[in-house]
């Protein structure tokens, strides 16, 4: 029998080392394997009998005996309540896995397993048996795009990089996984490192660079210290360095931790943080296909569509073009997260719809509360309505929605969520991460903020909607950098599906998602209170007043909204309103 | 406070990196590894080594968010803000944070135990809403397990 737990930052928050630990006194030997996806099932023991496999959930310490019984004398009574159902197996079954093949399965720290299951191959029969330009002209096959945001056609940048003369190139992979809700590519760096290695050697020989660099988010330090372990075990292996496969191809690698800022996902940005400075975007062109790193030709993918390259080599660009609509081509990631049920990573084909993940795979929503929105590609992107649920996941349709395919962040909202508080939220956000280089950027974003602070505080005015509409695309038009451009969409698409929402804040000074504290009040109802006192003694200002066993009352005066008697009533008797 | 920085700790860092160009962000990092933030000793001597004006060096620092230049307490607190712990109630988290140890973002307490700090996702979405405490995550928070993780944080330090 083999014992495997899942070990990725999520799962290890979760507890997973805690389990293997206590396992590990039972006498029972637990190996790695990084994140199957399965993030709200976590921590995940799966025990294979030969290729049986048990798959157990929310395992906590305390449960390592009743395993470890199970593992030694067979009796499946012992661990009946901790197998997972069927109807959460069918959240991995219903996807389909390219990028996230080896997620969750394999070993991340140890290269054998990683070429067990075909490893290095494709990369092999690209140095000895195909030229650059039959590699560039597979991944034209097959369609791949960019699947950091932008959907840039993946051949395209290779061919540029590939054209562009000089001797000294640069293979830049962007791990800076900013985008707040995403974080697929922290999972295949930590779940199948030598998928991203070997994927960016195919990219560095396809373009001619004899180095590759890897840019990624120093908030992630259990990815670093993976993708190190792995460099060094391809280096050993002769996989990295000179002459790899004993061809003439040679090519070094390099780590760069990022120092956090949001701005360093845009390549030139991200190209001057490599070079230290400030991460500042230059003005394209010239692109960085022919001056980037070091002013040289430099070719910049993302992790995820490093992760797809290798199975297009060994299964060919047809059967990656096979999967997804006419202009989005095989699978996307999506990291599925917010009030939606089963939240995790999920992979489908391009062409299914949103319904399909959030609801089909996701399971709906976590609360009694409907569906409301779904927020996709971040800062960048845009919420989608309830009533548009049906769109298929492509990036033309939903470009057209006003949001983005993005990163693949999928931010489920139910109708507890403010809508306005979230264009709020976002602003914040590329307000903060603004490099200040363009004014549109750095003044407009920060003006839009201040005009939706005053609406959430219920000090909106008449034509405040107009002057931010108009404030968006004046900066969609002046800002340099993607950043700035797509910023005002968290604002266009939520003006766009919930003017409603808008105008209740401006005009009635209501919120109707209860959510922004200075528009909503509480009382209680004196029916249903049943004078326990619970609320009066911990209240923080005694705004509470009432004897026991009769009903309170709250004195709107003295009360600061804190939300306290709301949250610790047992009888549902405080209403917000 | 700044009695007590030892240069010397910064030697090899800056023997191995001075003279490599495009090294200054990767120095930085070191240098708050070592001093917990970047102490004004450090940032001159880095600049006297490089040969980068310290303005420069100030400018990259105050750049990136992951650069401090006060010490930091003996836990840091890093609180989420990534979109699905908005979602998910960081704002009540983030007010308890403040109510129970009476700090402000940025700042720490006056016993110098714990710095509260608001961060871009940390990718743990599936847990939110999430903190890391030096390096330890900490997910699924409610202000109650706030209040407890930091009652227990700070018994373990007396």
């Known amino acids: ?577 | 406070m700044n009695d007590n920085i030892d240069l010397s700790l910064l030697s090899g860092v800056l023997d191995e990196y001075a003279a490599v160009k495009g090294s200054l962000i990767t120095i930085l990092q070191h240098t708050q590894d070592i001093y917990g933030y970047l102490p004004k000793e450090a940032i001159e001597l880095i600049s006297e080594r490089t040969g980068i004006a310290t303005s420069e060096i100030m400018g990259v620092g105050t750049f990136y968010t992951q650069f401090r230049f006060e010490p930091v307490g003996k836990y840091l607190i890093m609180l989420c803000q990534g979109t699905a712990c908005h979602v998910n109630g960081s704002e009540l988290i983030l007010q308890t944070i403040k109510d129970e140890l009476g700090i402000d973002d940025g700042q720490t307490t006056e016993d110098g135990l714990f710095s509260l700090k608001c961060v871009a996702c940390l990718g743990c979405c599936s847990l939110s809403p999430v903190m890391m405490v030096n390096e330890d995550t900490y997910g699924s928070l409610t202000p109650d397990k706030t209040k407890k993780i930091l009652k227990e944080l700070r018994e373990a330090a007396v």
């Open chain 1, 1 to 577: 029998m083999r014992i495997v737990i899942g070990q990725g930052s999520c799962g290890i928050a979760a507890g997973a080392e805690k389990v293997r630990q206590a396992l590990l006194k039972e006498n029972i030997n637990a190996s790695v394997a990084g994140c199957i996806g399965m993030c709200y099932l976590e921590p995940i023991v799966d025990i294979y009998d030969e290729d049986k496999l048990t798959r157990l959930v929310k395992v906590s310490e305390s449960d390592a005996p009743a395993i470890a019984e199970y593992i030694n004398t067979g009796d499946r009574s012992k661990i009946e309540n901790l197998v997972v159902s069927d109807e959460d197996s069918e959240f991995l079954n219903k996807q389909t896995r390219i990028a996230l093949r080896n997620c969750g399965i394999i070993n991340p720290e140890k290269i054998e397993e990683y070429i067990e299951k075909d490893g290095y191959t494709a990369l092999k029969s690209c140095l000895t048996e195909k030229t650059p330009e039959e590699v560039i002209e597979i991944i034209k096959t097959s369609g791949l795009a960019g699947r950091g945001g932008a959907g840039f056609p993946t051949w395209f940048k290779w061919n540029a990089a590939r054209q562009s003369e000089g001797e000294e190139k640069y293979l830049i992979c962007n791990a800076d996984e900013g985008d707040p809700g995403a974080f697929m590519d922290r999972a295949v760096i930590e779940s199948d490192p030598h998928n991203l290695i070997e994927g960016m050697l195919i990219g560095a020989y396809a373009i001619g660079a004899k180095h590759a660099v890897v840019y990624v988010r120093a908030e992630y330090p259990l990815a670093i210290k993976r993708l190190k372990n792995a460099l060094e075990q391809a280096r050993e292996k002769g996989i990295i360095g000179n002459n790899i496969f004993g061809t003439d191809f040679s090519c070094d690698f390099m780590i760069k931790a990022g120092a956090g800022a949001f701005v360093c996902g845009e390549e030139t940005a991200l190209i001057e943080s490599l070079e230290g400075h400030r991460g500042m975007p230059r003005l394209k062109p010239p692109f960085p296909a022919q001056s980037g790193f070091w002013r040289k030709p430099s070719n910049i993918n993302n992790v995820e569509t490093f992760a797809n390259v290798a199975w297009i080599i060994n299964n060919g660009g047809e059967a990656f073009a096979a999967m997804g609509t006419e202009g989005s081509k095989g699978t996307k990631v999506f990291a599925v997260t917010g009030k939606v049920k089963r939240s995790g990573l999920v992979e489908i084909p391009m062409g299914k719809t949103l319904r399909d993940v959030i609801f089909d795979i996701g399971g709906g929503m976590k609360s009694d509360k409907p569906f409301k929105a779904v927020q996709m590609g971040g800062p960048s992107g845009g919420c989608i309505p309830a009533s548009l649920i049906d769109t298929v996941i492509d990036y033309k349709a939903l470009g057209a929605t006003g949001a983005i395919m993005g990163s693949g962040g999928m931010v489920v909202m139910d109708e507890s969520t403010c809508m306005v508080g979230m264009a709020k939220f976002f602003l914040d956000f590329t307000a903060k991460e603004s490099c200040g280089k363009c004014v549109h950027c750095r003044i407009g974003t920060k003006r839009m903020l201040e005009m939706l602070e005053r609406i959430t505080k219920g000090e909106g005015k008449e034509g405040d909607i107009e002057l931010l509409e108009e404030l968006c695309y004046a900066i969609k038009d002046g800002a340099l950098c993607g950043l700035g451009q797509t910023a005002p969409n968290p604002v266009l698409t939520t003006i766009k599906y919930f003017r409603d929402e808008y105008e209740a804040h401006i005009k009635d000074k209501k919120c109707p998602a209860g959510e922004c504290s200075d528009l909503i009040e509480y009382s209680i109802n004196a029916e249903k209170c049943k004078g326990c006192t619970l609320c009066a003694r911990n209240c923080p200002v005694e705004a509470i007043s009432g004897t026991v066993k009769n009903p309170h009352v709250i004195n709107i005066d003295k009360c600061i909204k804190c939300g306290k008697c709301y949250s610790i009533c047992r009888f549902d008797a405080v209403v917000k309103a």
